[in-house]
């Protein structure tokens, strides 16, 4: 062996077990993952490793799973300050008696990057790497994740009536158009729009959100068909379900992200596949307010791209995408009547290379593969709760829920080491959180 056969990294991370999700329902044992800067180098035998490069840093993981950061495609960070202020109510009366007074009442940009940076702090724990987040002040979100250096799509809000950000539509789009020129090309952060609903967006701003989102090459993500009132309403008062009205007004594209889809027929799904556009599922918020059941398994099968979302702590209670991927493997089966329907890997890739798709970074994040963005997640599955292993993606799905985190690499910078954020004054935060809640209860 010469010097010259020797390729000097970054990283190397000797793991028990590797996940790369590509290709699909592959687990590979006694794997070394390389980073040099902030892309994976290679994966290749613990032995092969050590013949063939060096690093300035070496993890040791005997006993750990690694596998790609968690996409967590749907979600209004800063409402975890709102976390359990309104529970057990029905989706409008939750919407117009409680969320939206309060969010009159308490939102401003200081509120949103003290939220937003308490469900990062979650997100980080449990092994998210890249969040979708649509609330107000997106400026003030974006500048939080890339300080705190979390990928995230940012959706700026566009609805019809004036809220803390805005008066109205145009102000809306007008300030999310240089919103994105602020952050184009940035390698963490995204622009998108977020048009709240069909029922609360009309026609001439869905027309001009469909124009700027072609002028930008930004993403367009929407709440819809998220109950069986809010189709009703649509067909009483248009004579359209939702579906059929954002397709005739063209907003229906690859670059279209539809959150919640819990009520589907043939012809939604027809016009979701044919437009090339993605279903954000998020099982537990839509069993919290009793939306539905989106159909993941028929979905699938109608070759749709399925992610999946925590949604806001205040309609879920968290940000924990391993505890959705339970929810979700497990409510897939009952509503398809079939065991076999959403297996653990299926599940597993929801959260990574299918959010990596609806969010457009397929080819940077989602997966495990040389190349591609070092970001990196490990579980430590020593626990008895994960004894024994016969496959540790059932493990991951179906027997813990990430807590076991004990490391995270975003662009191969460490974002969790030991269980502990590194990036993040949690006690600060928390001070900064009880302020918050003493705020809002005394209120």
């Not at 929810?327 to 929801?350: G, N, Q």
Request: hydrophobic share 45%.
């Amino acid at each position: 062996m010469t010097a010259d056969t020797i390729t000097a990294v970054d990283t190397r991370i000797n793991a028990r077990w590797l996940i790369p999700v590509v290709p699909a329902g592959v687990v590979l044992e006694h794997q070394a993952l390389l980073i040099q800067g902030d892309r994976i180098e290679a994966i290749v035998p613990q032995a092969e490793a050590d013949q063939r490069y060096r690093a300035r840093e070496t993890v040791d993981l005997p006993l750990h799973a690694i596998m790609p950061g968690l996409v967590n495609a749907h979600g209004h960070a800063a409402m975890s300050l709102f976390r359990g202020m309104a529970d057990d109510l029905p989706l409008m009366t939750w919407l117009n008696e409680h969320i939206w007074p309060a969010e009159g009442k308490f939102i401003s940009s200081e509120f949103i990057a003290d939220g937003t940076r308490l469900a990062i702090a979650e997100m980080l724990r449990t092994g998210t790497t890249c969040f979708s987040d649509m609330y107000f002040f997106p400026e003030v979100a974006a500048q939080v994740a890339s300080d705190i250096g979390i990928r995230g799509q940012i959706c700026f809000p566009v609805l019809d009536f004036p809220t803390p950000w805005g008066s109205g539509p145009d102000e809306y789009l007008s300030k999310g158009a240089a919103l994105a020129e602020q952050w184009a090309g940035d390698p963490y952060i995204r622009i998108a729009i977020g048009p709240h609903a069909p029922y609360t967006v009309s026609d001439e701003p869905l027309k001009a959100i469909v124009k700027l989102a072609k002028q930008k090459q930004i993403a367009i993500q929407i709440h819809l068909h998220e109950t069986a009132f809010e189709v009703t309403d649509a067909l009483e008062k248009t004579g359209l379900r939702p579906s059929q009205r954002l397709a005739d007004i063209g907003l229906l594209s690859p670059a279209t992200q539809c959150v919640h889809m819990t009520q589907v027929d043939d012809t939604d799904l027809d016009l979701i596949k044919s437009s090339g556009a993605h279903i954000i599922h998020c099982p537990e918020s839509n069993l919290k307010l009793a939306s539905g059941f989106c159909p993941v398994d028929r979905i699938q099968k109608a070759g749709i791209n399925v992610a999946i979302g925590t949604d806001g702590a205040a309609s879920n209670n968290d940000h924990n995408l391993f505890g959705e991927l339970n929810t979700a493997a497990l409510i897939a089966k009952a509503v398809a009547d079939d065991a076999a329907a959403l297996s653990a890997h299926e599940a597993l890739a929801m959260a990574t290379i299918n959010g990596a798709k609806a969010l457009g970074r397929e080819n940077e994040i989602g997966s495990l593969e040389a190349g591609k963005l070092a970001d990196v997640i490990a579980l430590d599955l020593s626990d008895p709760f994960c004894q024994p292993i016969y496959d540790p993606v059932s493990h991951l799905v179906y027997s813990q829920h990430g807590r076991e985190l004990s490391h995270s690499w975003i662009g191969g910078i460490p974002q969790v080491q030991g269980g502990k954020l590194t990036r993040i004054d949690v006690p600060d935060l928390m001070l900064k959180v009880d302020q918050w809640a003493c705020k809002i209860k005394n209120s």
